[in-house]
């Protein structure tokens, strides 16, 4: 099974509605991450997790909140999705042990139309 | 300008040749940094990493930092079909605290 899962792996959605994007390990690792990946732009930091209590915004939080629900589980939303939000979302983890590795996760693939 | 800034590409090599990826950081204070490969539709993956200033070699991959210049390469040698992907370089801030990516360069191997 894999380290990282994510779920939905797609989704098409219309501009408007409330998403959920959902993010397990079970790598034990404590620090989970949320990217989007578009085009020409690489990975960009959505919002990031030390631990459950530890919620800290990237460099394009707007439009987004996140849930850590328990170490293993870490969730984005999109509470009012628009058409600039279709991208490829990636979720990470990483230790503090070892904070140079992060791993991914295999995306999500979302569309807002 | 941006915090990580790589070759635009696509970057294309024959099958055997060296391939040559480069990557410049803004941040000074910059500690640690990364090359992730990321074949398409995939997610990426660590391939190499480095902290010190001069060459770090691993099999075909050899990374080169110097921190002076804010620079890191990434070296490809005996470059094989399967080395196709777009490889990100990736540096750790200040604060260890976040990994702040490049936009990638995109590598083909023509056989």
């Known amino acids: 099974d894999a380290d990282v899962t994510q779920t939905p792996r797609n989704r098409i959605t219309k501009t408007g509605k409330r998403i959920m994007l959902e993010c397990s390990q079970t790598?034990?690792?404590?620090?989970m991450y949320w990217y989007r990946q578009d085009p020409g732009l690489g990975l960009r930091l959505i919002y990031y997790?030390?631990?459950?209590?530890?919620?800290n915004k990237g460099e394009i939080s707007d439009g987004y909140s996140v849930s850590r629900q328990a170490q293993a589980k870490f969730s984005l939303s999109l509470e009012s999705a628009i058409p600039n939000q279709t991208a490829l979302y990636f979720c990470?983890?990483?230790?503090?042990?070892?904070?140079?590795?992060?791993?991914f996760g295999p995306g999500t693939r979302l569309t807002v139309l | 300008q941006k915090e990580v800034e790589q070759n635009s590409g696509p970057l294309s090599v024959p099958e055997g040749a060296i391939a040559s990826l480069n990557c410049t950081y803004s941040?000074?204070?910059?500690?640690?940094f990364f090359w992730y490969r990321q074949y398409s539709g995939k997610s990426p993956e660590l391939i190499m990493s480095?902290?010190?200033?001069g060459d770090k070699e691993d099999g075909r991959f050899t990374a080169q930092l110097n921190k002076a210049s804010q620079y890191v390469s990434l070296l490809i040698r005996d470059s094989q079909p399967s080395d196709s992907a777009t490889y990100l370089c990736?540096?750790?801030?200040?604060?260890?605290?976040?990994?702040?990516f490049g936009p990638g360069t995109s590598l083909s191997v023509i056989p």
């Open positions: 990470a983890t990483g230790s503090r042990a070892n904070t140079d590795t992060q791993y």
């Open positions: 790598k034990g690792h404590d620090r």
């Open positions: 997790s030390f631990d459950v209590k530890d919620i």
């Open positions: 941040d000074r204070g910059s500690q640690s």
């Open positions: 480095i902290y010190s200033n």
């Open positions: 990736a540096v750790t801030g200040t604060s260890y605290d976040k990994v702040i």
